[in-house]
């Protein structure tokens, strides 16, 4: 006797890779699999075909040549007789920089707009709504361009500065804005001030100390001791007492109009402050939205609960509701971050050198490595992705809700 | 005893007072400005703060808002006008109208037939976007648009466009010749005989024939550009969306390893090396003597960067649906194909329509970024032609203002529009 259950008798047939469903699936692996291999063959072939007839190669020998060209704002030593690589380099450390400024700006920005859009006053919460809409409704690289504009067409020449009665006088006499760029006092590192700097590390590292202990106390024994001024206190009094013992090594050097343009300090660029800001106030509105929907994602059973418990505000702010939020909140604030650093590729439009700049623009064009470049380029890119959410997938496995 | 107080009180009202008005502090403005506005100390100190910032903004930009120049042939003439005064030159967009919508290059006496297309755009949009208020045969419409807006915007024989429309058509009844039997049959006989339709009709000597003036691509530009590319790129990458998120949920391995590479690698990458890559690297791995345009090649870039951000979203509304909704299209022992297009993707669909209008109005910003690689869309033509000629050189705020607004009404409308769509689709009951 034969039931429904008997697998169907008989031997393999070809018809059963199209009919049968427990083969199907690899005929249509096989088949997708074919269609990719013979696409890549094709455009592979296409390349050998294209390189051949323009008498090019694939070769990664012209990083080690001379790059030969300036770059305006660079963090590491450069110069136009070093290499492309290190031009390359200069270009990802400025990509760095501006996606770090940008993100540490934004997620300010963000979290102030996002509270105060809840805030019970009427103006202010419009006003926020007004300031979400308006900037995340308008390109980036509308917004990059117009503070650009102001950094470059609005702001006073150096030369202005200068005279009797000067048209433009410096913030504080130490700050300049000019239209070359923000020229700030930068400190000069003396003798000693290495101690000073680890004097201050130290003290970071006794914070942590003093609010572990302070918990351990409150676990153990139930006495509460005071967080905020003592801490402070630490992070401070230390630095500032090593400082003046050691008859302060570290001083401050404000800029001097010198010739046609301020002398010594620090200078940022016009570039890069507008790609900064303007990534920061354009992401700042996401992630105002992102920390509305995480604090309105913890019900208010939640709040009453722990006010019925007899906690303070302060108190079920920061242990009751914060840490559900953020729950909330974390994931896209990361893709948040991971879009700023995207984004900085717009440096290329108003003339910041980083990375798209050096090695996807005038090392491009120079050695016409197109392909080359741009793959090295998609791989830095890609591997900063996948590094940032690979990070973003552990946080998120170790706060989901343990379900089941 | 009495069954009333008068003996027991001494005086007791019995009869009603009339209601008087609540007293002037808790009433009308005053009282919903106390509540909104002063209900603390911090919170009117807010409020002033807010009134200041509003008025030192309000204070910057009415006047030049105001005594805006609407009429000059330059900055010059503008500022000779303005006579020192603190005004807008918003002469510089009636004098350049035509170059901001339509680019410096598209031929100004067929100026009609891109703002027709435009005019139809709404025609064609408004039974998909709000489908109970127009009749469903104005979809028929919507159909054809492409094709019409495609013969209207870059001319040519009218015989490409019908050709291009018959190859969809045969394949729809290859599709509905087949389907029957099995999902899989029609859906790519029904590609076969589309692809075979148009190889064949290759062929046929189209010049001519019922033809409008060809504008070669390059000539496009302006906003003009910016919303082909935004239309174009959101509706191609909807169904290539769909397709890389069921891969991508699929249970065979080499399927799903394909779809995941392919969308990580597109969304690792910023979208400017990607239109890099159409500019320079793509003419490379293409037969040697091709050379299709550049809009072409840049639709095709943004298309893939577009799908693989609407497949993930897509993944999401997949993920969030409950496990019932897959095993209840088993126990009804449908296929695979029936199951999805049934029970599955219009529910997942429905989850996903806020995150698809996200990417949509990201991409649409996005189209701006191809000023980078010399096309000249709304910015770029703002940062090329208009700034860098004699008589505009240094209008920015008004030119800057303007593409900003013009990117702001349509991305603030788009998201008005998903969140009424929701509303409307909301059947859960709360």
Redesign the interface.
Known sequence: MTTLSDPPSGSFRLSMLVNDRRYR?YT??FI??VI?IALFGY?GS??V???R?AGLNISYGFLGESSNYDINQTLIDYSSRSTHWRAAMVGVLNTLLVAFLACITATIIGVIAGVLRL??????RK?MAGYV??F???????WI??IF?VMT?VMPAPSAFRGETPEATMLFGAIAFTNRGLYLPGPIWGPGSLIVGLVFLASIIGVFAYRRYAKKLLYDTGRLLPMGWPSAAILILPTLLVYFILGRPITLEYPELAGFNFQGGIQILGSLIALWWALAIYTGAFIAENVRAGILSVSKGQAEAAASLGMRPRRIMNLVVLPQALRVIIPPLISNYLNIT??S??A??VGYMDV?GTL?GIT?NQTGR??ES?LL??AF??AI??AISGLMNIYNNSVSLKER | MSDTHQQSIGYVRDSMLPETAPPMGETGAVKWMRANLFSSVANGALTLAAIIALYYLLSGVMPWLLNGIWDAPSIRACREILNDNVGGCFAVLTERWNQLLFGFKYPSEIYWRPTLAFVLLFVAIAPVLFRKVFPAQMLWFSGLYPFIAYYLIWGGSILIPVFALLGFVVGYLVYSRYVAQSFAAGFFGGILAALVFWYVTGFIPVQGILALEIVPSRDMGGFMLNLILGTVCVSLSIPFGIALALGRQSDMPIIKWICIVFIEFIRGVPLITLLFVANVVLAYFLPPGTNFDLILRVIIMITMFASAYIAEVIRGGLAALPNGQYEAGDSLGLDYAQKMRLIILPQALKISIPGIVNVAVGLFKDTTLVSVISMFDLVGMIRGPILASTEWNGVYWELLGFAALLFFVVCYGISQYSQWLERQLQTDHR
Not at chain 1, 136 to 142: A, C, G, K, S
């Open positions: 699936s249509f692996q997708a699999l990719v455009l296409n390349l075909a294209n390189l007839a805030s019970p006053n009427w103006l202010v006003l809409e308006a995340r409704n308008v390109p980036v690289l509308i361009i117009i504009t067409a995207k984004n590729s717009l290329i439009a798209t996807g491009l197109a392909i741009i380029l998609m890119y890609l992705s996948l």
